[in-house]
């Protein structure tokens, strides 16, 4: 039966594997220059004989075609990028590039792929359709890099009629799915602010316009669009997470700055709201009589899995793994540029369980701690293979 066939190449596969995601941990790269990253997965994909191209500068693109390949064309997808983070791990495998890491588990997920992609490759005779391997550059860091793999055509000739991805999850024990339909990740956006005024003597406020009171009423009067504007159903945040002004005791500076992130899980009100902060913002502080500029920065869109789909890759999850293994994942206001894909064809966006709490594997992702179980990826590459062979989207 192929399950087994794929459960057994993946543990047949699996030191390999951990050698591949040891390898990609020690040589992290930031977004967007994963040129390193790119060429092995290259390599490795040519080793396993599966044609390949360069998207987007520093993405892969493979593909892989089974029994009558025009039946059915379905695409994974994994991302590459590091964070500007330091590694505190004290493992063999900890990253040789000071103040990068993979603190997101984008090496797991790229060595999962890889796992995937050879599993698929060696048993193509035993399913049908065809499988687009997306290895996509630049997850961490706006436009995102999947919106330029879809720019650069890896959703056309062919087109997938699905396309399913993961992340690790430290919160969920290894050898557990959680899979949830519909909006999953919210919509990220980067507020940026400018109040500005003549500036001052500290002793004599009337005769400037005070930036750093204006910029604290700006700070409150903000979360009210949260909580008097916003539907109470629909999840929203705001967070003004930087505000820079002044330096010294008695002059008004002339100039605040604010930053912010604004996040949500309904595309509708995510654009009413950047009117709702322009307009509040804009009025608030010109009416007490300084200037403003204002930038929104729009990121990546919500993560939405359709509905189906997600049914279909949840039962094909629970077949492969045992339905006590799969549960429904929990929301999240934490953003992905999967979100993209998923607003050209239907998409499913799954956790793999990654934490072990008994070995003390807990740390959260993008801490300089973050690390897997590493049976986590056996698992992963196989249950990808498992969901590329047999997830059909009608
Ligand atoms: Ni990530």
């Not at 066939?5 to 790269?29: C, F, M, Q, T």
């Not at 959703?155 to 993961?166: D, F, K, T, V, W």
Request: aromatic share 6%.
């Amino acid at each position: 039966m192929l399950k087994e066939k794929i459960r057994k190449l993946a543990s047949e596969y699996a030191g390999d594997l951990v050698n591949i995601r040891h390898h990609l941990h020690a040589n992290p790269e930031l977004s967007y220059k994963e040129f390193e990253t790119s060429a092995f997965v290259r390599q490795k994909l040519e080793e396993y004989g599966i044609p390949c191209e360069i998207k987007a500068v520093t993405g892969v693109l493979g593909l892989i075609k089974g029994k009558n390949p025009d039946k059915r064309v379905i695409a994974l997808r994994a991302d590459m990028d590091a964070l500007p983070i330091k590694e505190e791990n004290n493992v063999p495998y900890r990253s040789k590039n000071e103040g990068v890491m993979h603190a997101c588990g984008h090496d797991v997920h790229t060595t999962c792929l890889l796992g995937a992609s050879r599993i698929l490759n060696e048993l193509k005779n035993e399913w049908e359709g065809t499988v687009k391997l997306i290895f996509q550059p630049g997850e961490e860091k706006n436009p995102g890099g999947a919106s330029i793999m879809i720019r650069e055509g890896v959703l056309e000739n062919p087109r997938p009629s699905a396309i399913l991805g993961l992340h690790v999850h430290p919160q969920l024990e290894v050898g557990r799915y959680r899979f949830r339909g519909g909006k999953i990740m919210a919509s990220a956006d980067e507020i940026y602010i400018t109040i500005r005024s003549k500036g001052g003597h500290a002793a004599a406020p009337q005769q400037t316009a005070d930036t750093i009171l204006i910029a604290s009423q700006l700070v409150v009067a903000l979360q009210q669009i949260i909580s008097r504007n916003k539907n109470p159903f629909s999840p929203s945040v705001l967070s003004i997470t930087s505000f820079q002004g002044g330096y010294t005791t008695n002059v008004i500076p002339s100039e605040v700055k604010l930053m912010g992130t604004f996040r949500a899980m309904d595309e509708q009100w995510r654009f009413e709201a950047h009117t709702l902060i322009r307009k509040l913002a804009t009025e608030l502080v010109q009416s007490m009589g300084a200037e403003i500029d204002l930038h929104i920065d729009v990121g990546y869109p919500t993560v939405y899995n359709n509905e189906k789909l997600n049914a279909i890759a949840e039962a094909a999850a629970a077949e492969y793994a045992g339905a006590d293994n799969v549960e429904e994942s929990e929301l999240r206001m934490g953003a992905e540029d999967f979100g993209y894909y998923s607003q050209v064809i239907p998409g499913c966006f799954y956790r793999l369980g990654a934490g072990n709490e008994a070995k003390g594997i807990t740390a959260g992702v993008h801490t300089p701690t973050f690390n897997i179980d590493e049976e986590a990826i056996e698992l992963g590459a196989g249950m990808m293979a498992w969901l590329g062979a047999t997830v059909e989207m009608r």
